[in-house]
């Protein structure tokens, strides 16, 4: 009867250990899922400061000439709305340029009707957003205008 009693403790403190085990192994894969969708979102942001950085420094370099910026840049989608051009680059989950069936981020430079007195300067807007609609990233910018030179 006392080995018996010895078996039925052991199995006990067996089942304790792997319950402990079990309960350390959830918050470790836990941890592991949190810093997998973390550095997700550091790259997204990480890639969408580089992008837009570039569009910035086309749009200056333009003089905030949308037409020469898109050039610069690839391929994009240009309209106006409410009297003013923007453009819009769709990029697939590798950042680079797609069509906007298969995008998951897109750039959208919006230029802005210029302030009075200062005619010369063209200013806009960039943006990199997700095509969910969520924002990554956005800041204005300024150029000086080649056709006031």
Same mark, same amino acid.
């Given at each position: ?11 006990? *403190? ?16 836990? %941890? ?7 550095? $997700? ?15 910035? /420094? ?9 037409? $020469? ?27 680079? +340029? ?11 430079? *919006?230029?802005?009707?210029? /302030?009075?007195?200062? *005619?010369?300067?063209?200013?806009? /807007? ?9 924002? +990554? %990233? ?7 205008? *080649?056709?006031? /030179?």
């Amino acid at each position: 009867m006392r080995n018996r009693s010895r078996t039925t403790l052991f199995l006990i *403190e067996q089942l304790i250990v792997i319950a402990v085990f079990a309960l350390c192994a959830a918050a470790c894969i836990g %941890i592991l899922a949190s810093a997998y969708f973390s550095a $997700n979102d550091s790259r997204d942001v990480h890639k969408a400061i580089l992008i837009a950085e570039n569009a910035a /420094e086309s749009f200056k370099a333009t003089g905030g000439d949308l037409d $020469n910026v898109v050039r610069i840049l690839g391929d994009a989608l240009c309209g106006w709305a409410d009297g003013l051009p923007y453009a819009i680059i769709h990029y697939d989950k590798q950042w680079l +340029i797609s069509n906007a069936e298969d995008a998951h981020y897109r750039l959208v430079m *919006e230029i802005r009707a210029p /302030e009075p007195g200062f *005619e010369q300067l063209v200013s806009g /807007e960039i943006s990199v957003e997700k095509t969910t609609g969520e924002i +990554i %990233i956005t800041f204005p910018v300024v150029a000086r205008s *080649e056709r006031y /030179e």
